[in-house]
């Protein structure tokens, strides 16, 4: 077997174990969120939580806040991406006005799970 499909196959693994354990992640993820930013609404949205996602598939987390003021947008996804490392994390982070206006627009009220 060739070593570049033997990190293929462990990533598959590796995903395979984040998504058996998704549920913890995600409460470990808005954990980390809220200590940064302790007034968010945290989703889960797209393919994970329609329930068809493969292991290609990212994991889409909508942060929304009352404001973006004061908020450093840059530092939160690098901490998330730092800490959660290797995980196919896509951070999405909009104030409420704009998820109103543009989110809701998109995305089916069925298809947007609140983290809690």
Do not use: C
């Amino acid at each position: 077997m060739s070593k570049g499909f033997e990190i293929y196959i462990e990533y598959s693994r590796e995903l395979e174990k984040l998504f058996r354990n998704l549920q913890n992640v995600l409460l470990s993820i808005k954990e980390d969120i809220e200590r940064d930013v302790p007034v968010a609404k945290i989703y889960l949205f797209g393919s994970v939580a329609r329930g068809r996602y493969t292991y290609a598939s990212d994991i889409d987390i909508l942060v929304v806040l009352e404001s973006l003021g004061g908020v450093d947008i840059d530092t939160l996804k690098t901490h998330i991406k730092t800490r959660y490392r290797g995980y196919p994390i896509e951070l999405h982070i909009t104030d409420r006005q704009t998820f109103e206006k543009w989110y809701k627009r998109f995305i089916k009220p069925e298809e947007l799970i609140e983290i809690a």
